[in-house]
Nanobody
Framework: QVQLVESGGGSVQAGGSLRLSCAAS????????MAWFRQAPEKEREGVAC????????AYVDSVKGRFTASQDNAKKTLYLQMNSLNPDDTAMYYC?????????????????WGQGTQVTVSS
């Protein structure tokens, strides 16, 4: 069982930035891939960014490409999501995921372990 704890959420104005952190109870490399998902009220949980821990390869949903960057610090057992140029459509609860089971790394069914989430609210 892997424990994941997200932090760094908050309220910002459009155009602002936030950096989310996900502290894992095990080294990030124990999972082939880790990811960030988000869920807005009454919407499905969607994959935002994923990172393959061995080589650092990343993938992003189209709506955040060029604005969000996923990274890891294996020594700190932490996954990060740098979010720039935020807009109100980015408002959601953001979740960290680990325990990759294969398949598309931006699909929620590809991960076994989830954090409790951190809220991001962007005002116009």
């Amino acid at each position: 069982q892997v424990q994941l704890v997200e932090s760094g959420g908050g309220s910002v104005q459009a155009g602002g930035s936030l950096r989310l952190s996900c502290a894992a109870s095990t080294n990030t490399s124990t999972s082939v891939s880790m990811a960030w998902f988000r869920q807005a009220p009454e919407k499905e949980r969607e994959g935002v960014a994923c990172l393959f821990t061995g080589g650092g390869y990343t993938a992003y949903v189209d709506s955040v490409k060029g604005r969000f960057t996923a990274s890891q610090d294996n020594a700190k057992k932490t996954l990060y999501l740098q979010m720039n140029s935020l807009n109100p459509d980015d408002t959601a609860m953001y979740y960290c995921a680990s325990g990759f089971t294969g398949g598309n790394c931006l699909t929620r069914t590809s991960f076994r372990y989830w954090g409790q989430g951190t809220q991001v609210t962007v005002s116009s």
